[in-house]
């Protein structure tokens, strides 16, 4: 086991404010592969300590998130080899496959998500207004309806624009963003 390092006050809350800002998508990530969830918490750990341990190699000018997905991958193969006598056995070849479509997908919504609200913003001022009524906590369409003077299948309708205005803005940015 790596020895532990003795990290400067910058580094430690660097550290903090970045697993924190990516805990959920580390975590899914290797949720998507391990089914117990007692199995996930225990590779999670693992991937903390060394994330931990290496962040003085981590390379700031890259992306935290992919650093991290990249030991947590190592990690679950390592919990694969330990289990090995445990379980059904599984191909590494089709481990990685698997593993490595999880990446890809996980980066396609990272990069939808980063998209939408660029998109949000182009949306005309009243379509605006519809999202934020329809989408905050507690809403209800009918209400929402009835405040506008309109049927809730009117609202429906439009959001239904809305969204597809929004699906193709965002598709339209990331194949932007991949030709530049």
């Known amino acids: 086991m790596p020895q532990p390092h003795n990290p400067s006050a910058a580094n430690h809350e660097e550290f903090v404010r970045l697993y924190t800002r990516h805990q959920r998508q580390i975590h899914a990530y290797v949720g998507a592969v391990l089914a117990n969830p007692s199995?996930?918490?225990?590779?999670?750990?693992?991937?903390?300590?060394?994330l931990w341990n290496k962040f003085d190699t981590f390379d700031r000018e890259k992306s935290f998130l992919a650093w991290a997905r990249g030991i947590a991958h190592l990690e679950i193969l390592a919990y694969f080899r330990r289990q090995e006598r445990k379980m059904l056995p599984i191909?590494?070849?089709l481990l990685e496959l698997l593993l490595g479509e999880r990446s890809a997908?996980?980066?396609?919504?990272?990069q939808?998500?980063?998209?939408?609200?660029?998109?949000?913003?182009q949306l005309r001022p009243q379509d605006q207004?519809?999202?934020q009524q329809c989408y905050s906590?507690?809403?209800?369409?009918?209400?929402?309806?009835?405040?506008?003077?309109?049927?809730?299948?009117a609202v429906y309708q439009s959001l239904l624009r809305i969204r597809r205005?929004?699906?193709?803005?965002?598709?339209?940015?990331?194949?932007?963003?991949g030709r530049e």
């Open 112 to 121: 939808r998500r980063a998209a939408l609200p660029k998109c949000v913003r």
């Open 105 to 110: 997908m996980d980066d396609l919504l990272d």
């Open 165 to 177: 205005a929004l699906f193709d803005c965002v598709n339209r940015t990331i194949a932007a963003e």
């Open 129 to 131: 207004q519809l999202i």
């Open 91 to 93: 191909d590494d070849s």
């Open 137 to 153: 906590p507690g809403a209800k369409i009918k209400l929402v309806a009835q405040r506008l003077g309109r049927s809730p299948d």
């Open 39 to 50: 199995d996930v918490e225990d590779v999670l750990q693992e991937t903390s300590v060394v």
